[in-house]
């Protein structure tokens, strides 16, 4: 168990283990050489071609050169994206443009250990063949077609965002090994379109998502006055958040639709299957009393002081002593390292561009260039809300975008002449729809992407087609309904 | 690559994939209940038993009973040792004896990271077949019997030490890949040897660990005057050292033999499969350019400001593009995350129990017992040489030993009436010996006992009585030469 070093060989003498005939070695075949020097390309014209404004540090300059390198590298895949974050790290490194405590800055990072835990999970769902189960259970009751199955998943997702407030253990938890035990065929479709549809079940309730408390209390803390924060924002959040939970999967089935999608004879297959399956087996109980005490402290945990990461470790604890998984299991569970290592190394990055004032001096920029154009309240309202959406390319966290952008745009709107109200609420209900902008936008979009089953170039063009669509409802729905409710 | 999940299923229908014939499922057995009571019980007998004295905080005597539960259990392997890590590390972050960032706080920590990515060079020694090539040429040479061989590896590793000061990055660059090639039956006698063996050779330079730069850094900011620190501690060390290493391989080979010594055919048959073997192949030309890189940098990467850890990952990167490795490959090196885990979580409770202050109430504790009993100048140098020593039980570093305690001994040692250059360089040397003393003792023993090749209880045994025999060495022979050389 946990040897560094895993092949074994045997024989007399003292030399006698050493092999002489080998197999002949395969080389690996990881380095798209194109592709690398785009990407490096597009950091190099950004660090020499442009070169470092007045304003930043140069420090800073190269530390957003390799980003955007590491970005295109991302969206190109010369590498596969573990190794290209990596070789990213190192260039920073090596460059001096970070130090190594500040490029592992974002490895203590608790959404990283809890995609890392969860991970640990998904391979307990499998191997017990409790995902099986689950999955067995949504086809049977809304397994008619594809699409079908896809509102069953987005109601599943509302119905327990209030109970599961991270959006993360909401994906690895529950919707990852259900989809993974789907039909192949319509993976790529459910997985894409879960990345998207959490965008509006996240907005519903303020407790929805970690960010939407952060944003509340900026808001606050700016004067802004909400008599019931939870009320406000719900009743301003349900009905396009409603309109965007209905419009998507659709959206998603028409633009990239799944390999299978009739299937009326499922839902009595899958149940007729459920009943031969028979009562849970021991192990199988063992894995859902270890993942009840996890949901158990997701849902109360608030009030203990738990944080979602540590009752993912504890139910992990639990399937370890249950024997439900295995240590050397766990560790075998290559993608939740690569997780680890991708998406560490771009919270990092992302973090330090904050850090570095990049951030600050993009989001000036913006606002100096708007304000210069003489848009109007609604034109810079709309310019403002673009902007700010647009800007999570260079996030990896949902949360740090509210904590570096949310007060400067809040700040911008208030002076356009935006009724504080609707400029605090719209501001964070599109913070929600970023999610699924990128595979590195969100926690769960890191989860999903992890998954294997969708490709990243189909992934971002959902992200953006579906900013689009979201901007449409956002935009009619929303503003007529906040006209109504009288938030202007 | 990279999927979170590995099982593949296909079927007809939407729930088409759902398979609902599994096999019988294996459930694991890593748990010893007894054992896990045992370790349990140590750390709530001295939590409750005992219970915190009132210089302490409840926080810190929780996190003392908490260490000790974790070491009582690293013995004791009630489950493998990072489950173990990691539920202790639950434990403490569940009962909010640390923050989640506290808790994580070492996975910054750069020998953390050079034991993972030298973990993954060694996958590639083992891949190309190079590590097979290293260990013909050793056996060639040095191979007539077990003990001789050993004998190599250790003029071996006092050669490499000046030019890699990095103790980790020889254990995992060199001797592991080659003692894993070697015949299963010399493998733990010669892992085991390795162990000890650093401590001579780290002993010799000041340039031959890191901790030997921070002592000397101490004792000179302590006022000590040493008009040539490099040579001072050069002759100073060089004939208890040399005994030392002389002493090692026989004393380990007479307690602990290996299952197979004489093997007087051994080098002629390794040189005559070295000559079958031919030139190196284009992957082992490949993987030497990019090791090559690595030590290149090991050695000049002082002057560059390049340190280990980051040269080994500019290394990683050069293999990662040549095909030496797949980045799946180094994600599936169970061994280096395993590593990860139960290191990073040993070196943060050391870290935090410092941080807490219980280092420095064991060691007042000490010192003030010592001054109670009146020993003299003589006794005081033993005895402060002995708590200090074994108070490294309480460490997972070297440095962060010398950080925290080799002020305060020192200190007492001159209070005490030792001279000052005899105390600053006794104490140095001291602090070398320790590093084979636990598994979790210094970045190298973690590296041997990382091979999987020897058992805890069996590096335990050779750690304590090592210590014996280099007390004794460093008393009788040491103490001789540094009376000759006029250190008192």
Redesign the interface.
Known sequence: ????????????????????T?AV?M?????RVVNACVAIGVGVALKWGVGCPAALEPQAWNLLSIFVSTVTGLVLKP?????WA??A??VA??T?TLT??QG??A??N?VV?LIVVT?FF??A?????FG?RL??LF??VA?H??LS?AYGFQVAEALLSPAMPSTTARA?GVF??VI?????R?REYLIGQQIQGTSPTSTFLLSGAAQNFLAMQIALASGIPFSNPFNAWFVAASVPALVSLLATPMCVFMLDPPG?NE?P???L??AQ?LS??GPL???EK?MVLSLSITVFLWVFGVQL???A??SA??G??FM????????????????????LIWFAVLVGFSGQLNAMGVVGWLSGFVSNYLVAQNLGMWGMFGALHCFYFFLHYFFASQSAHVGALYPAFLTLLLAAGVPPPLAALSLAFNTNNMGGLTHYASGQAA?YY????ISLRKLWKQGLYMSAVNFAIYGTVGMAWWKVIGLY
């Open positions: 168990m946990g040897s560094t070093i895993e092949r074994e060989s045997g024989g007399d003498g003292v030399g006698g283990g050493v092999k002489t080998r070695v080389e690996a075949d990881d380095l590498m596969p994206i573990g190794a990596f070789g790290l190192t490194l090596s001096k190594f405590v592992l800055s490895i203590t608790e250990w991970g998904a391979r769902f499998i191997k017990t063949g099986d999955a067995l086809v049977s397994g077609t594809t199955l690895a990852v090994p993974k035990s789907l039909d192949k319509t299978l299937t004879e499922a839902p297959a899958a299957r031969e399956l087996s021991s192990i063992k002081g738990i944080s990461v540590v470790m504890i992990m604890c370890l002593m249950f024997g439900v998984l295995s240590w050397d299991e766990a560790l075998g569970q290559k993608g939740s390292w690569d997780t989860v992890g998954s294997g089953e």
